[in-house]
């Protein structure tokens, strides 16, 4: 591709004096104004954007109206019966059956030591 | 000078430098701008407003006329911000809207010439014969561009004065980089010829 030519410090210094420099304008008032004759069009802006989530508000109440209908699952479903005599015993009796008594650790032969060497991780 | 011009007197002026190295985040403030943030849009026209004006200036030649241009450009952005392509540069998408306006703008307004440049800018030289060789040069360097063709004498502006690369211009002007070139070198022949009187004393 042929290259451009090299800028012209001499070309441009006359079109500087042909044209003057830019005036010294208010920067601020210029930005002020911009800002204030932006404002309605960007608040637009700002206003569509939450349309591109608008077919995900229809989940909304569904998943409302799913939340209210679990809660009200829960709250009426009947409650577990208390455990009777029978029961209770049952449970000890398993228990005793399946768990040494901490009393068989501590007062069997060598019982301490052993509990003492696991405790020291010896 | 003021430093009001700081950001077109900091442009590199050697072939291939863009005018302005354009800042990394300027397209997450288009975004921005897309979703209406006003601080994004802020920020873009505090960036671009001197550069918008130097340029509205030298199209407009009249300062009310300029600060309207400039004014009427980033409106524009906020209407069509959204046809600006993410991972393009913002810049040369920004300066098309300005100078296709600008160039508009004179064409409605049939200012073919810019007007009289004020006295206050134009005074540089210490004396009186170096001032008058100045008001001679200008009026003959104003004759000579006001006989560029229009697209040709925004060309010679951006790439000589405002620091834009060849590339850009052709992005602002929707134009081929050949036509760019070939522009240029009319515009540069036109204004050297004009020059040549000139050239002992500067």
Redo the contacts between chains.
């Keep these: ?25 208010d ?1 601020t008032a ?2 002020g ?3 204030a ?3 309605l ?9 939450p349309r591109r989530w608008r077919p995900l508000r229809a989940l909304v109440p569904l998943a409302a109206a799913a939340g209210i209908a679990g809660a009200a699952f829960a709250l009426t479903r009947p409650a577990e019966p208390p455990l009777t005599q029978a029961d209770r015993q049952q449970v000890e009796q398993i228990l005793n059956a399946t768990t040494p008594a901490l009393s068989d650790l501590v007062t069997a032969p060598g019982g301490s030591e052993e509990l003492l060497s696991a405790a020291l991780g010896s | ?2 430093g ?2 700081g950001v077109a007197a900091a442009i590199p ?4 430098a863009t005018a302005q190295a354009a800042p990394d985040d300027d397209a997450a403030l288009a975004e921005g ?6 601080a994004a ?2 920020t873009l ?2 960036r671009y ?2 550069r918008a ?2 340029v509205a ?2 199209m407009m030649g009249q ?1 009310e006329d ?2 309207d241009l ?2 009427e450009a ?2 524009a952005v ?2 069509r911000i959204d046809t600006f392509e993410a991972g393009r540069p913002f810049a040369p998408w920004f300066f098309r809207i300005l100078v296709n306006r600008g160039l508009n703008a004179r064409k409605s307004r049939s200012l073919r010439t ?1 007007e009289a ?2 006295e ?3 005074a ?1 030289g210490p004396s009186p014969e170096r001032e008058a060789e ?1 008001t001679e ?2 009026g003959h ?2 004759s000579a ?1 006001d006989t560029l063709p229009e697209r040709q004498r925004v060309i ?2 951006l ?3 405002e ?1 834009f ?2 590339p850009e211009i052709a992005e602002i002007l929707e134009i081929s ?2 036509t ?2 070939w522009h ?2 009319e515009a ?1 022949k036109t ?2 010829k004009a ?1 040549a009187p ?2 002992r004393s ?1």
Aim: charged residues 30%.
């Design positions: 591709m042929e290259a451009y030519p090299e800028r012209d410090p001499q070309l441009a210094a006359a079109l500087r004096t042909a044209y003057g420099d830019p005036p010294e304008i920067w210029l930005r104004r911009v800002a004759q932006a404002e069009p960007l608040a637009r802006r700002r206003h569509a954007q | 000078m003021s009001a011009f002026l050697h072939r291939g701008v897309r979703a209406g943030d006003a849009f802020d026209v505090n407003m001197r004006f130097a200036y030298r300062k300029a600060e400039v004014q980033f409106m906020l209407q810019v440049i004020p206050s800018t134009a540089h100045r040069l200008r360097l104003r561009l010679v502006e790439f000589e004065l620091g690369a060849g980089d050949g760019v070139r240029l070198h540069r204004l050297k020059l000139y050239e500067a």
